[in-house]
């Protein structure tokens, strides 16, 4: 069974930054779409940032990370990071990673109801 795990959440002041790491089966950065997502208390999940295994670079952030937040993987170590710089309060929330393993080559989404594997989340904290 594939399985995601999160590591790397803490507690930071504003103007701050985290590396997030997910580490997946081996499996997982073949030719799949993954990506960061997040969730508030009260609010829906909502898709930070996307990337297709077999790309370099990413084929979506959120507008309210961008300049900030960078996706990258590294499949040696089965692994992807989302390093997050110039961290906000509005960025607190519980951090997921999650594959689409459905969607081939050429599908990616930035939708969470699409992927298909999480992981069991981390929490970033950010103060003013």
């Known amino acids: 069974q594939v399985q995601m795990a999160e590591f790397g959440g803490g507690s930071v002041q504003a103007g701050g930054s985290l590396r997030l790491s997910c580490v997946a089966s081996?499996?997982?950065?073949?030719?799949?779409?993954v990506g960061w997502f997040r969730q508030v208390p009260g609010k829906r999940r909502e898709g930070l940032a996307t990337?297709?295994?077999?790309?370099?670079?990413?084929?979506y952030y959120v507008n309210s990370i961008k300049g900030r937040f960078t996706l990258s993987l590294d499949k040696d170590k089965n692994t992807m990071y989302l390093q997050m710089n110039n961290l906000r309060p509005e960025d607190t929330g519980m951090y997921y990673c999650?594959?689409?393993?459905?969607?081939?080559?050429?599908?990616?989404?930035?939708?969470?109801?699409?992927?298909?594997?999480w992981g069991q989340g981390t929490q970033v904290t950010v103060s003013s």
């Open positions: 999650a594959a689409l393993t459905h969607g081939g080559d050429y599908y990616c989404s930035s939708t969470p109801a699409e992927f298909d594997v």
């Open positions: 081996g499996s997982i950065w073949y030719r799949n779409c």
């Open positions: 990337v297709f295994t077999h790309r370099k670079e990413p084929d």
